[in-house]
C-alpha cells in the first residue's frame, strides 16, 4: 500500500493544489491529512472544502481544535468567521488517531495530546517513549512543521513537515509518502508570490509575518 500524509495546510490554497497535483502523479492508494487545515492562512474555507471534496480521512489538529473558542485571539476570529459554524463542527469532528492495521499510526502532535510539540533534535529514547505505544511499526505526527523520518530500531517515527506553511528553512510544500513500508519527505514547489500576495491582500492579522514565511519556510525572526 503506498499512503500520502498531507498536513497542517493552514489556509495556503496554492501550497494544497500544488500537492494535490502531485499526488495525482504520484498516484498513492490513499490520501490521509493530520490536521490544522485552516487557521493562519488566506483560503482557510476554501482547503477545508478541498480536503472535504477529495473525501481524504484524517485527524483534528491544534488550530483546528481552537476554532471552536469564541474567546480567541485575532488571528483564529479571523479565520472561524470565514470558515463558518459548519466547516467548524466538521473540524471537531475528526478524531484524535488515524491507523492502517498496525503498520501505521497517525497523531497530530503526540497520542491523546493535540498541542504537544515534539522536535527532530529529541533524542531516541523520548521518541520512542512518546510514539511506540501506539503500536504501530511506522508512527507519524505534524504540528511541528519540520519533516524529518528516523528509525529507531523496528520504530520508525516521521513527520509529515507542513503544506502550506514550512518551518524548516525550505520554502516548498511538504508531505510525507510511505511505500513499501519506507517513509520518506515529498517537496513540492509551487506559486510562493502569488500565495504571498493572497496572504497581504486578504486582511488577515500579522499577515506579514506569514508571507514571510512564505517566501523563507522559517519564522520571520530568522530572516
Same mark, same amino acid.
Given at each position: 500500500?503506498?499512503?500520502?500524509?498531507?498536513?497542517?495546510? %493552514?489556509?495556503?490554497?496554492?501550497?494544497?493544489?500544488?500537492?494535490?497535483?502531485?499526488?495525482?502523479?504520484?498516484?498513492?492508494?490513499?490520501?490521509?491529512?493530520?490536521?490544522?487545515?485552516?487557521?493562519?492562512?488566506?483560503?482557510?474555507?476554501?482547503?477545508?472544502?478541498?480536503?472535504?471534496?477529495?473525501?481524504?480521512?484524517?485527524?483534528?489538529?491544534?488550530?483546528?481544535?481552537?476554532?471552536?473558542?469564541?474567546?480567541?485571539?485575532?488571528?483564529?476570529?479571523?479565520?472561524?468567521?470565514?470558515?463558518?459554524?459548519?466547516?467548524?463542527?466538521?473540524?471537531?469532528?475528526?478524531?484524535?488517531?488515524?491507523?492502517?492495521?498496525?503498520?501505521?499510526?497517525?497523531?497530530?502532535?503526540?497520542?491523546?495530546?493535540?498541542?504537544?510539540?515534539?522536535?527532530?533534535?529529541? !533524542?531516541?529514547?523520548?521518541?520512542?517513549?512518546?510514539?511506540?505505544?501506539?503500536?504501530?511499526?511506522?508512527?507519524?505526527?505534524?504540528?511541528? %512543521?519540520?519533516?524529518?523520518?528516523?528509525?529507531? !530500531?523496528?520504530?520508525?517515527?516521521?513527520?509529515?513537515?507542513?503544506?502550506?506553511?514550512?518551518?524548516?528553512?525550505?520554502?516548498?510544500?511538504?508531505?510525507?509518502?510511505?511505500?513499501?513500508?519506507?517513509? %520518506?519527505?515529498?517537496?513540492?514547489?509551487?506559486?510562493?508570490?502569488?500565495?504571498?500576495?493572497?496572504?497581504?491582500?486578504?486582511?488577515?492579522?500579522?499577515?506579514?509575518?506569514?508571507?514571510?514565511?512564505?517566501?523563507? !519556510?522559517?519564522?520571520?525572526?530568522?530572516?
Amino acid at each position: 500500500m503506498r499512503l500520502a500524509i498531507v498536513s497542517d495546510i %493552514h489556509g495556503n490554497l496554492q501550497a494544497l493544489e500544488a500537492v494535490i497535483a502531485d499526488l495525482e502523479r504520484v498516484a498513492p492508494d490513499l490520501v490521509v491529512h493530520g490536521g490544522d487545515l485552516a487557521f493562519n492562512g488566506p483560503r482557510p474555507a476554501e482547503c477545508i472544502d478541498r480536503v472535504r471534496e477529495l473525501g481524504w480521512p484524517g485527524v483534528m489538529g491544534n488550530m483546528d481544535q481552537a476554532l471552536e473558542s469564541h474567546g480567541i485571539e485575532r488571528r483564529v476570529a479571523w479565520a472561524r468567521e470565514r470558515i463558518g459554524e459548519d466547516r467548524v463542527a466538521w473540524l471537531q469532528r475528526l478524531p484524535l488517531e488515524w491507523r492502517h492495521d498496525d503498520q501505521v499510526a497517525l497523531v497530530h502532535a503526540a497520542p491523546g495530546d493535540v498541542w504537544r510539540a515534539v522536535f527532530p533534535e529529541s !533524542g531516541d529514547a523520548e521518541l520512542r517513549a512518546t510514539f511506540a505505544p501506539l503500536g504501530a511499526r511506522i508512527a507519524v505526527y505534524a504540528h511541528i %512543521h519540520r519533516a524529518f523520518v528516523r528509525r529507531i !530500531g523496528d520504530l520508525t517515527v516521521a513527520n509529515s513537515g507542513s503544506v502550506g506553511l514550512p518551518l524548516d528553512g525550505d520554502a516548498r510544500a511538504a508531505y510525507l509518502l510511505i511505500e513499501d513500508g519506507q517513509a %520518506h519527505t515529498r517537496r513540492v514547489a509551487y506559486d510562493v508570490e502569488r500565495a504571498a500576495a493572497e496572504v497581504l491582500a486578504c486582511g488577515l492579522p500579522e499577515a506579514a509575518s506569514v508571507a514571510a514565511i512564505y517566501r523563507t !519556510g522559517m519564522p520571520r525572526s530568522h530572516g
